[in-house]
């Protein structure tokens, strides 16, 4: 399992094992570690339940940001040229342009929803509500309340437009993070430019591409390109 590109130690050779909490103790003595000292949550990649999983693979097959370079492009220039839109209706509309581009179907029921920033704080708190409890990594913990907490901190503000009640709201949110649980906790345990510095570099050759057509005389949102972090 690979972790951020810092210098990494084992949880069998530290220098300092009394003072390793107790459920760091219980994991496996290969388990990679990042840095010395204190330890917590943010020092372990997610690795899937057996630890099998590598985020790599993950992030490989799904991408690091919740929309691909085509969408984020094509959602800069629609928000550019129909600025009589809200956020969702640029969002549906991008949608529907990169389907007839890439072929693709349209989707059964009403348009996805972009609740990316929300579920990565999920997973945040999901995967430091294992190690808090002793559970990392093959253990669980109650959900539903912590996606309860995260709507309760930042439901309303992604509610905006949406004709969604919470209770509902708090619903998909459960459906959505259980769904894709491993892709949303291998992005925020490897949410750091330490461990992917290509990923920020990314990010501004599509900037540098939308300023060129911008120069050419093409309206373009370039805030619309931005990663997928935490609110």
Excluded at 18 to 30: G, H, I, S
Excluded at 64 to 92: F, I, K, M, S
Excluded at 149 to 158: I, L, P, S, T, Y
């Amino acid at each position: 399992m690979k972790v951020a590109s810092h210098v990494t130690t084992q949880v069998g050779h530290m220098s300092d094992p009394e003072n390793v909490p107790e459920y760091l103790k219980r994991l496996p003595p290969d388990t990679p570690r990042v840095g010395a000292g204190n330890f917590d949550h943010t020092d372990v990649v997610w690795g899937g339940k057996d630890g099998s999983l590598d985020p790599d693979d993950i992030i490989a097959g799904h991408g690091r940001e919740y929309d691909a370079p085509l969408l984020q492009v094509l959602r800069a220039l629609v928000a550019a040229h129909h600025t009589d839109l809200d956020e969702r209706g640029v969002a549906v509309l991008t949608r529907e342009i990169c389907r007839k581009i890439t072929g693709t179907s349209a989707s059964k029921g009403r348009p996805i929803d972009d609740d990316s920033a929300m579920l990565m704080e999920i997973a945040y708190r999901y995967h430091e509500a294992l190690y808090a409890e002793g559970q990392w990594p093959n253990g669980t913990v109650p959900l539903k309340p912590i996606v309860r907490e995260v709507h309760k901190d930042f439901g309303a503000e992604h509610l905006d437009g949406r004709i969604l009640d919470a209770e509902s709201h708090i619903k998909i949110l459960t459906r959505k993070f259980t769904k894709d649980r491993d892709i949303w906790l291998s992005r925020v345990t490897t949410d750091d430019r330490n461990y992917d510095p290509t990923r920020l570099q990314n990010i501004e050759k599509l900037k540098t591409g939308l300023c060129l057509l911008s120069e050419a005389g093409v309206r373009v949102d370039i805030e619309q390109v931005e990663p997928t972090t935490r609110p």
